[in-house]
């Protein structure tokens, strides 16, 4: 059974730093579309960051450019975000998803939905004001 497992979330105040980390297991994340999504109580779920491992492309949410960076680490099939400069409304679930039959990053972050989409349990990023 494909799993994604999420690592690094917290609490943290307003202006602070969160990495957070997916590992896979039973299978690689070397040749999927991946990101990570957030959705907030009331909120609509929201592609944050996604990368095409095969080139190397990154799309943002214009919520988290120039905060947030999105890497892989192919070595170790893991997925990455750093979030810098933490806002209140940065505060959700976040999880990670490795999409099997996505095209681009873009594609990915802004069509949030695809039934081959595989999904992790979700990490909690909660920004103390």
């Known amino acids: 059974q494909v799993q994604l497992v999420e690592s690094g979330g917290g609490l943290v105040q307003t202006g602070g730093s969160l990495r957070l980390s997916c590992a896979a297991s039973?299978?690689?994340?070397?040749?999927?579309?991946k990101g990570w999504f957030r959705q907030a109580p009331g909120k609509e779920r929201e592609g944050v960051a996604c990368i095409n491992s095969s080139n190397g492309s990154t799309y943002y949410a214009d919520s988290a450019k120039g905060r947030f960076t999105i890497s892989r680490d192919n070595a170790k099939s893991t997925l990455n975000l750093q979030m810098n400069s933490l806002k209140p409304e940065d505060t959700a679930t976040y999880y990670c998803?490795?999409?099997?039959?996505?095209?681009?990053?873009?594609?990915?972050?802004?069509?949030?939905?695809?039934?081959?989409?595989?999904w992790g349990q979700g990490t909690q990023v909660t920004v103390s004001s």
């Open positions: 998803v490795a999409g099997s039959r996505r095209d681009t990053a873009q594609e990915m972050c802004v069509n949030s939905f695809d039934p081959n989409d595989y």
């Open positions: 039973r299978f690689t994340l070397d040749h999927y579309v």
